[in-house]
C-alpha cells in the first residue's frame, strides 16, 4: 500500500507550500545562532580557585593556598581580622569592626570572590593561576 501525503489546510491568503518550506534565509539565521553560541562558550568556562590572597590598603600581604585548612590573623587598622581557609572556602570568622559585614557575608570559594573589611582596610579575594582576560565581572 503506498503512502499518501495528507493534505495540509492553506494559509489564509497563501500556499501551503510556501508554509512548510525551508528556504536559505532560515538557513543563515540557523548559523548565526549557532556561530554566535560557539563564539560565547569560552566565556562561560569556570575557573579553577587556587589561592587566597590578602591584601591590607591595596597592598598585597599574603597568599595562601585553598588545599592547605589554616586559621590566618591579620593586623588590621582597628584591630585583628581572623581569616579561615577550609575545604578550600573562605571566610571572616571574627573582627574588630563594629558591624561584622564581613563576617556575615559567609564563605566564599569562586575566583574574583571577595570578602571586605572596609574599617581594618582589608580585602581578601579568591584568585586564579589560570591566565584569564576578563576586564570586569558583573552579576
Known amino acids: 500500500m503506498p503512502l499518501t501525503r495528507l493534505p495540509v489546510p492553506a494559509p489564509p491568503g497563501g500556499d501551503a507550500r510556501r508554509l512548510l518550506s525551508f528556504t536559505w534565509v532560515d538557513a543563515l539565521i540557523i548559523l548565526i545562532i549557532s556561530a554566535a553560541a560557539a563564539l560565547t562558550l569560552p566565556a562561560f568556562r569556570t575557573l579553577t580557585p587556587d589561592n587566597v590572597a590578602i591584601f591590607k590598603e591595596n597592598r598585597l600581604i ?78
Open 62 to 139: 599574603a597568599t595562601y593556598p585553598l588545599e592547605e585548612n589554616r586559621n590566618v590573623i591579620v593586623k588590621g587598622f582597628k584591630g585583628p581580622v581572623e581569616v579561615l581557609i577550609k575545604n578550600r572556602m573562605v571566610s571572616v570568622i571574627r573582627s574588630t569592626c563594629p558591624h561584622q559585614i564581613c563576617v556575615k557575608s559567609g564563605r566564599i570559594s569562586r575566583p574574583h570572590a571577595q570578602i571586605v573589611c572596609a574599617p581594618n582596610h582589608i580585602l581578601v579575594t579568591i584568585t586564579s593561576s589560570e591566565n584569564d582576560t576578563l576586564d570586569a565581572i558583573v552579576r
